[in-house]
């Protein structure tokens, strides 16, 4: 770490020294979805100083992201968001890598467009993606942070391959995608928390939210939590042990 780099990030230095923050630098984080919660968390880990963003999403910029997409302005549209969220990342952080897979993340193709990483960070809007991700994820043995909004509303959980509950268990029905309410205000909160627990599991610091579900009622302004329990025969995670291998 150079001089520079204690300046910048000095205030992170005081939480959890040069040791915590060249664990950020030489961390490898995967962001799937640049939109709503992609937004808040990819920003939050660039200034953070992680080292590689990887930002996978196959969609555009549409008038109607503006309103929590804060990555995407009014002169992106029709942009690919990985390329307009690259653009924005970069000029907050010229120090990191981001790179962009610009396709659609499919059973038949994730193996071979995901690169090798230290954590998955769930900013999806659908279900059906999201349980390929928790299987992806199971797979290679690496953490993944659930979050989710709809509203005024939001959830986050952590999930570790073998110690905590999968998504499956979690959420084991998928249904379709559909056009949802949100307010701006409510992926920020969110993003914000994910970005948060992937900062904790890559310095050692804190504790996460693993086999907690956590949510957030943005009327009443309330934080709540439900402990997660592993289903039973768990079809997709039932097989793993602690250390995420098959028992």
């Given at each position: ?6 300046e ?8 959890f020294?040069?040791e ?24 939050y ?103 989710a909004?709809t ?8 999930i ?7 998504f499956?268990c ?25 970005a ?52």
């Amino acid at each position: 770490m150079n001089d520079f780099e204690r300046e910048k990030y000095s205030r992170q230095i005081l939480l959890f020294g040069e040791e915590g923050q060249e664990k950020l630098k030489n961390a490898t984080v995967l962001v799937a979805g640049a939109g709503g919660l992609g937004s808040p968390v990819s920003t939050y880990l660039a200034i953070a100083g992680i080292g590689k963003i990887i930002l996978a999403d196959f969609d555009s910029v549409d008038l109607s992201n503006l309103n929590r997409q804060f990555l995407h302005h009014e002169k992106d549209i029709g942009r690919p968001k990985v390329e307009s969220a690259k653009e924005k990342l970069l000029s907050m952080n010229p120090d990191i890598e981001v790179e962009t897979i610009g396709e659609m993340l499919t059973d038949s193709n994730i193996e071979s467009l995901i690169p090798e990483c230290d954590i998955l960070v769930d900013a999806l809007d659908n279900l059906e993606t999201r349980h390929m991700l928790n299987r992806f994820a199971l797979k290679r043995k690496i953490p993944l942070i659930h979050g989710a909004v709809t509203g005024y509303d939001g959830q986050v959980t952590t999930i570790v391959p073998g110690k905590t509950p999968c998504f499956y268990c979690i959420f084991p029905r998928i249904s379709k995608k559909a056009v949802f309410p949100v307010l701006g205000t409510t992926p920020g909160i969110i993003g914000s928390i994910q970005a948060n627990e992937a900062i904790k599991f890559l310095t050692g610091k804190g504790k996460l939210l693993e086999g907690r579900l956590l949510f957030w009622n943005g009327l009443s302004g309330n934080f709540s939590e439900i402990l997660l329990s592993k289903l039973n025969n768990c079809p997709v995670c039932g097989h793993l042990n602690q250390k995420g291998e098959k028992k």
